[in-house]
């Protein structure tokens, strides 16, 4: 291991700063055309993300090595999400933010944390007041009508909250990882965008929320779950607006209501890149609007093994402290997984072991001005 890749002084300081890092070449052409090979042999509607050709893109790659320096332990994935975005033109849909698709900015950007219960928003303006759409919202999920509860599950199997004193809005892990399979280096290839720099807002934001009532996460302090004032009447808010409003200024575009969006950076790869960022950081997948193929991301939520040693991550779950589909998992006496979450939430640095002396160095410059 002592040959093994590993992250450079400037690498780190750029992940600090920016809270992503894009690593060239961080798998092999081989390893990129064996998961090419895998995915184009999949038979109809045939799930390929557990196979060993695209986990590779991480176990048997220099991702490993690297992560092991920065971050530390974790398990290696057995699964993974297959970010298939094929190409396609602005279209009418109301997207998750109850817009119409058409006509957000920045090639569809839909800025979003991780870990947020996802359930289908209605394709036609709603009416009522908020407390009745609310109702109509969690009642239109997988489970049907359950009430305000820890057992809501979204169509993207995200818990509406992860413990059951419902003060967790939302699910975590400690690192991202995009391995990119195909050409994006041209923005509105369907590429991932990051808003760059919005990690340490989101940090200072959720230790707000944690000091005026031990919530975190939508549905707590600052966070509305929706947005009634939407198009469609019923849009997620996967932005705090204070979050947003720090990334907004005059050059920010905006939709047909006069809402003005944070642009975020496309990241432009190459097959064989990986860009590396930590769950603190606002993304979302692009419109595919400009490319020759399908853009083909393999996507791997990473957490440090520290967290719950007893636990094994899947490498595709953003809410590890709950099973896949939300099952309620069994802990040892005196483990409570929501503090340890809410503690890692607030805290994004903990979990990363190889990158503790360079946050030190530039939170001392940053103090010094």
């Not at 009418?92 to 359930?119: K, Q, V, W």
């Not at 849009?235 to 204070?242: A, D, E």
Request: aromatic share 8%.
């Amino acid at each position: 291991m002592a040959n093994a890749r590993t992250l450079t002084l400037e690498q780190k300081q750029d992940l600090y700063r920016d809270g992503y890092v894009i690593i060239k070449k961080a798998v092999s052409d081989e390893l990129v055309e064996s998961a090419l090979n895998r995915m184009h042999t999949a038979k109809k509607g045939e799930y390929v993300g557990t196979s060993e050709h695209l986990t590779n893109l991480v176990n048997a790659s220099d991702v490993t090595p690297i992560l092991h320096e920065a971050m530390g332990y974790f398990d290696p994935p057995v699964t993974c999400q297959v970010g298939v975005l094929k190409r396609r033109d602005p279209g009418e849909h109301f997207n998750n933010l109850g817009y119409r698709d058409r006509d957000m900015p920045y090639y569809g950007a839909e800025s979003h944390m991780d870990g947020l219960c996802t359930i289908g928003v209605p394709q036609k303006r709603v009416e009522g007041t908020n407390e009745e759409i609310y109702k109509m919202y969690i009642s239109s999920g997988p489970k049907g009508d359950i009430g305000r509860s820890p057992d809501v599950m979204g169509h993207n199997s995200v818990p509406l909250f992860e413990d059951p004193d419902m003060t967790l809005g939302m699910g975590s892990f400690t690192a991202f990882v995009f391995v990119c399979l195909n050409d994006q280096m041209r923005e509105g290839c369907g590429q991932t965008a990051l808003l760059k720099g919005a990690h340490h807002v989101t940090q200072e934001f959720f230790r707000w929320q944690y000091a005026t009532n031990g919530h975190i996460g939508p549905e707590g302090p600052g966070w509305p779950r929706l947005n009634y004032a939407a198009p469609n009447g019923c849009g997620h808010t996967y932005l705090p607006q204070s979050v947003r409003e720090k990334f907004i200024d005059d050059s920010s575009e905006s939709t047909p209501d006069g809402v003005k969006w944070p642009r975020p950076t496309q990241a432009l790869m190459e097959p064989g890149d990986a860009c590396v960022t930590l769950f603190n950081m606002p993304h979302c997948g692009t419109r595919n609007e400009h490319g020759t193929e399908s853009r083909k991301n393999i996507i791997f939520r990473i957490r440090n093994k520290s967290r719950q040693p007893n636990h094994m991550v899947s490498g595709v779950s953003d809410h590890p402290d709950r099973g896949q589909r939300g099952e309620w998992l069994e802990y040892e006496a005196g483990n409570n997984p929501w503090d340890r979450s809410k503690y890692a939430i607030c805290n994004m640095w903990h979990e990363w072991e190889g990158m503790r002396e360079v946050v030190a160095d530039m939170e001392t410059q940053q103090a010094a001005g």
